[in-house]
């Protein structure tokens, strides 16, 4: 999970989660909220990509993508969809 608290407050939310490959390399698409402290409400939805490494029986992790807007996740998906459709 990538929820985080601060003082009993949710500061990151996560909303959904989607795994995307398992096993000793993991790598999760979670779409999650932060918390605008200033205006007291939570973020439009955001996008993650986080990478894990099993070690030991834990998952630690290794690496992540923050998808910054939903332009760019758009651009993403509309990439991924043309390049798939040229194979």
Do not use: C, H
Not at 10 to 20: G, R, S
Not at 39 to 45: L, N, P, R, V
Not at 59 to 64: G, L
């Amino acid at each position: 999970t990538i929820n985080y608290e601060e003082d009993g407050t949710p500061i990151v939310k996560e909303l959904d989660k989607e795994i995307l490959s398992k096993g000793a390399w993991t790598t999760i698409l979670y779409r999650y909220q932060d918390f605008d402290r200033s205006k007291g409400e939570y973020s439009a939805d955001k996008y993650t990509i986080r990478r894990y490494q099993k070690r030991n029986g834990q998952y630690i992790p290794k690496s992540k993508f923050n998808i910054s807007s939903a332009a760019q996740a758009r651009k993403i998906i509309d990439t991924l969809s043309r390049w798939m459709t040229e194979e």
